[in-house]
């Protein structure tokens, strides 16, 4: 990626080789011209030389004057390129000198200008080129100084002398015009460049919201889930007077309390200043696993949902923190899809996992029972789809033809992924 500093260095030396390209040009056409002048038959026979050298009429010197005034414009060949071949066929067809600044028109012409332009330049220049070879066979004359040379050969050498100018200066613009495209296709490469790394950017810091958005769900929902249960439970029997309350009250201000915990450290994370700019790895937020999955079950069964579970864990800290966080977290959404949506009813969870075969998950309830009336979002089963995805498992949610609701996971073992492998709760 270029700086601003090295492309305003590039820009002023090609500014400055410019510059010294066109003062090379215009010498170059100046002593052409003058040797030209001095093979065109009506701009000789002046005064005699004193060297005895080949004299120039006046007209001759006006000749000369007149192309060197419009050879001048080669220093605007940039800006003004027809303005060089029109200038440099005028030259060519009407003072009869060499047209050399009408090639560097049309090489110009091809370097910058569309491909109309560029047709007509490269035609124009040719049909020109060719007047002047038999306009110059026709009347002895010719702008290569070739003396003591017979007509024949004067004639070859113009020839030799217009193609090789032609073609020159065409393939010097058809180069430049190369060059441009490369280094025009080189600038769109960088911008697309870096309009991808924002995007990534913007994806990684979108994909880390959207995770941390599923980990508050996940450790809120649940509590949040049996305090609203309880309160309900709460109220029943306040107004029947039963002795009841007291313990309903304290499940309300434990689950309560674990809820602004389980808040807190989530904001902490959060603020914590090493996870700024862009996110390559999750967040170290404290979070369960495998091993707490028994916290769920038990404030569940508190909930007042009977739970018939079977948990068989082999070495669940040598898993990964992503598969540790993924169980725990698929087990805790089901459940609290029971409190949600079938309190009273009974649950029956089976729970394997072991390095050689993965993790088998299994909870069932029964279809019936009536809604909590807690509402609910839909986010749930997607985070739990999302996990099982990231970890390439399979997941199966929804009713059984025997009248059961279940939710059937598999999940292939994964190593541990990172230091910070979740073990029990604080």
Known sequence: ???????????????????????????????????????????????????????????GILAFFVAFLLEISIFWRRTRPWVLWGMGAGIALVLQLDPLLMFLGMSELIARRPARQRRIAAIGAGVVGVVVLIRNAVTDGTWVPLPNVDQPTRIAFDVVAMVIGYAGTFMLGWLRRSRRELESADAHLEQAQQHVAGLTDELARQSERERLAREIHDALAHRLSLVSLHSGALEEVARAGDGRVTEAAQVVRDNAHRSLEDLRDLVGALRDPHRAGPVTEPAQIPLHGMANVAEVIDSTIAAGVQVNAFVMLSDPEQAGALLNRAVFRIVQEALTNVVKHAPGSSVGLDLRAAPGSGVLLRIRNPLTGAPSGVPGSGSGLIGMQERVAALDGQITVGPTADGWFEVSVQLPWAAVDDPATPGPAS
């Not at 170059?28 to 009429?57: H, R």
């Open 1 to 59: 990626m270029s700086t601003p500093s090295r492309s305003g260095t590039r820009h002023w030396s090609r500014r400055v080789l410019s510059v010294l390209a066109s003062i090379l040009a215009f010498v170059v056409m100046v002593v052409v011209s003058v040797m030209a002048v001095l093979e065109v038959p009506p701009y000789l026979g002046g005064p005699p030389m004193p060297n005895g050298g080949p004299s120039i009429s006046n007209l």
